[in-house]
């Protein structure tokens, strides 16, 4: 069994190595949002600078294989192979760009939830004035989501797209690999967005049976690596020549030119998706992080028990305060929360200011106000968080 004490106690016994961001002084429960990160980290930026001015132009080489290294590692992070990720500096970049290799003159039709990140379903609701037309099925209850998309395919259905946790509610979205095979067997596309999933849950392609589908995650929230680095898992065996295209599609110092007729794409497929010149910096910083969680020893299994833990102590100390159900409950109980945990009150903005102001830092989503633990916190920060929510709602009661 795995041991996780040392990330029980107080101080964590991780607490020492974010020194710059206090987490032993605040309360910072945004994890789903942006984690703190490791004070190594911050090499990172003075790193970048010497290559940028000590190599130039030259510094391309350089950091094209630095850019290797970081497909190896979210490779190995969900068992995907180096040669089928692509990196963007956004889901966003990565989506449209998937977008744009379905044949929407020949099926018109887009399935997703109503509960996706605005990354997804913002853009879906643009193509809308382009004719595409846009299923969204409720994302309530979450059980039958998977169950409830696949009924819903169609001969006419493009692509579905849908999460792996609730971007609002924090609820896990099951039997996927279910979902995948049905899409399959109609040669419909599937985008799943795993942001909140990768690094805190056990999550890989194999276990999830997802290896067909397109899977999207980044280095902010749990990565701990900050905003700009993010990355997609594009399946094997498959000609995909997205329309979305920048000049790293083809990128190849022996052709003339990337933009000749007709348009040449790489032979990895993965590399069409990636995009054009983008700032590197992020990648210095995903290295340094995916080097320090290397060496504290925070592989998958660890990040789930601690994470797991969390949750439990967050709900059990939330029941143990006897809330009233009028102001505020707890929206799904531990057996299917994902990677944090959301209430359900009316007052949810009026919360999360006034939790800001005494230090307890989380965030709000329409009737739902966050709470998103992260593996430097201890058992006393997070009772402590709760303790904190029911002393403000009984402020806002009176």
């Known amino acids: 069994m795995t041991d996780i004490s040392p990330y029980r106690q107080s101080p964590n016994v991780l607490a020492s190595h974010y020194e710059d961001a206090s987490v032993g002084l605040k309360l910072l429960l945004t994890g789903h949002v942006q984690q703190a990160l490791p004070d190594i980290a911050r090499d990172a930026y003075s790193e970048h600078w010497q290559y940028v001015s000590k190599y130039g132009h030259e510094c391309f080489d350089l950091q094209f294989d630095q850019s290797l290294r970081i497909r190896d590692a979210f490779a190995h992070l969900i068992h995907s192979k180096s040669h089928q990720i692509a990196l963007a500096s956004s889901i966003h970049e990565l989506f449209i760009r998937f977008l744009s290799c379905l044949d929407i003159t020949r099926r018109r039709r887009i399935i997703t939830t109503s509960d996706e990140h605005p990354s997804i379903l913002r853009q879906l609701v643009a193509l809308k004035k382009q004719g595409v037309e846009l299923v969204v099925l409720d994302s309530q209850p979450a059980a039958t989501v998977t169950e409830r998309l696949a009924d819903a395919l169609t001969d006419d259905t493009a692509a579905v797209c849908v999460s792996t946790v609730n971007h609002v509610t924090g609820q896990r979205i099951d039997d996927l690999d279910v979902l995948i095979e049905r899409c399959h067997q109609r040669e419909i596309e ?36 900050g905003d700009g680095v993010c990355f997609m898992h594009v399946p094997p065996h498959r000609n995909l020549s997205p329309t979305i295209t920048g000049w790293y599609g083809v990128f190849d110092l022996a052709l003339d030119s990337p933009a000749k007729e007709p348009l040449i794409y790489a032979d990895i497929v993965a590399s069409r998706f990636d995009g054009s010149t983008k700032d590197t910096l992020p990648h210095f910083r995903a290295e340094k992080v995916f080097e320090f969680f290397k060496n504290q020893g925070l592989n998958q299994a660890l990040l789930q028990a601690i994470n797991q833990h969390q949750i439990s102590v967050l709900l059990k100390t939330f029941h143990d305060q006897d809330f009233d159900p009028d102001m505020i409950s707890a929206f799904a109980e531990e057996n299917n929360v994902g990677s944090f945990v959301a209430f359900r009150t009316s007052h949810s903005q009026r919360l999360q200011a006034q939790l800001r102001d005494i230090g307890v830092i989380c965030d709000n989503r329409g009737d739902f106000i966050r709470f998103g633990p992260a593996p430097y916190l201890s058992d006393e920060q997070l009772t402590d968080a709760i303790i904190a929510l029911k002393e403000t709602v009984s402020m806002i009661k009176k």
């Open 190 to 225: 599937l985008f799943v967005d795993a942001y909140l999933s990768v690094n805190v849950l056990d999550f890989n392609l194999q276990d999830n049976g997802l290896k067909q589908a397109f899977v999207a995650g980044g280095g902010a929230k749990y990565c701990q690596m």
